[in-house]
Antibody, heavy 117, light 113 residues
């Protein structure tokens, strides 16, 4: 069964870049049947899907329109993990960030990210 | 985007009684090639990530108690807890994975009456 372990800082300054990593065990980031997602949760926005990466003979990404200009999700096949990079953060990006695998989702433990100076 | 509308926002049920949560999608989430609806249900307890309970609208995830069941009728979906236990107090969410962006219902908080 897939297990996801998140890592990354819990505090980011406004205008800087949020960077989180999700290590996968029990599956492969290069699986031809999986997808690897980032989702955030806040009281104001509820559960908000941010984007995903997946491999189907080549790599693909899908991103939410709300963050499309600021987000990058990258796979790292050497470490069997994937990452979230969100640029130019503001206090509105404060949320619990989750990585999740699949389509019906299995979730990482979550990281509370606060954007504050 | 597919909008997922859950009801009620909250409900209080006596221990051992049935709890029913509804979810409606704004358009079909039926995945023809799999012959299934792309609809999942999750349980979230405070301080924890959501936990997958049901996928394909009615298939129970491994390890989930059989008091949890999912049903479907067109674009209407239902999660039923047949006999509420104390450990079932949580917020429940539906989610469609038919198309991006993946979208979630607003959640239903289940409490003990």
């Amino acid at each position: 069964q897939v297990h996801l372990q998140q890592s990354g800082p819990g505090l980011v300054k406004p205008s800087q870049t949020l960077l989180l990593t999700c290590a996968i065990s029990g599956d492969s980031v290069s699986s031809n049947s999986a997808a690897w997602n980032w989702i955030r949760q806040s009281p104001s926005r509820g559960l908000e899907w941010l984007g995903r990466t997946y491999y189907r003979s080549k790599w693909y990404n899908d991103y939410a329109v709300s963050v499309k200009s600021r987000i990058t999700i990258n796979p790292d096949t050497s470490k069997n993990q994937f990452s979230l990079q969100l640029n130019s953060v503001t206090p509105e990006d404060t949320a619990v960030y989750y990585c999740a695998g699949g389509f019906a989702l299995r979730w990482g433990q979550g990281t509370l990210v606060t954007v504050s100076s | 985007d597919i909008v997922m509308t859950q009801s009620p926002d909250s409900l209080a049920v006596s221990l051992g009684e049935r709890a029913t949560i509804n979810c409606k999608s704004s358009q079909s989430v039926f995945f023809t090639s799999h012959n299934k609806n792309s609809l999942a249900w999750y349980q979230q307890k405070p301080g924890q990530p959501p936990k997958l309970l049901i996928y394909g609208a009615s298939a129970r995830e491994s390890g989930v108690p059989d008091r949890f069941s999912g049903s479907e009728s067109g674009t209407d979906f239902t999660l039923t807890i047949s006999s509420l236990q104390a450990e079932d107090v949580a917020v429940y969410y539906c989610q469609q994975y038919h198309s991006v962006p993946l979208t979630f219902g607003g959640g239903t908080k289940v409490e003990i009456k």
